[in-house]
């Protein structure tokens, strides 16, 4: 007999291509391009690899950058500032938005669409939280610190849990 509960996670065979995902965040994130100046980029690995260009959407200038990410049917977005000479600093919308106390307007993160106009919908919503705070990220030196401190401060808990020696952070994703 087959259980009654359905998955949690399960994308349709519609989704499990991204190319549907890549024009979707093509469409909703071409405002960085029109009207911030980004450039849309290939992106690569932290050790310089070209990444498939199917998975991943990246997006800069010579002082930010947006990553949206489509793997496995999860949706995520990145929101980053550019720095001579250092790697990039990039932050979860999630993070983002729990520093700036707007969680509400991000929406469930990461976002696990199970039908096309879902996977729409999800893209356009983060489109509009980085068309939002985007700026505020990118301008703010303030802002800035607190989200690398929140980073670090999160990556400290990551590694005293998996050296056992404290409890898992309360986050489920690692920084």
């Avoid at 990039?88 to 993160?109: F, H, I, N």
């Amino acid at each position: 007999m087959a259980s009654s509960l359905a998955p949690t996670r399960y994308v349709p065979d519609v989704l499990d291509s991204p190319e549907p995902a890549i024009e979707a965040i093509d469409r909703a994130f071409a405002f960085l391009v029109d009207d911030y100046g980004f450039e849309r980029v290939h992106p690569t690995s932290p050790r310089g690899e070209p990444v498939a260009p199917s998975a991943h959407a990246r997006y800069e200038t010579s002082g930010a950058c947006v990553q949206v990410t489509w793997f496995r049917g999860e949706l995520e977005a990145y929101i980053g500032v550019r720095r001579r000479l250092w790697r990039d600093r990039s932050y979860m919308l999630a993070e983002v938005a729990d520093l700036l106390e707007v969680r509400q307007e991000l929406g469930p993160y990461p976002y696990y669409p199970h039908a096309p106009e879902e996977l729409e919908r999800g893209v356009h919503q983060f489109a509009r939280f980085v068309r939002t705070y985007g700026p505020r990220v990118w301008g703010d030196a303030d802002v800035q610190k607190r989200l690398a401190e929140r980073q670090a401060a999160l990556s400290r808990e990551w590694t005293a849990y998996y050296s056992g020696k404290g409890p898992r952070p309360r986050t489920g994703k690692l920084p």
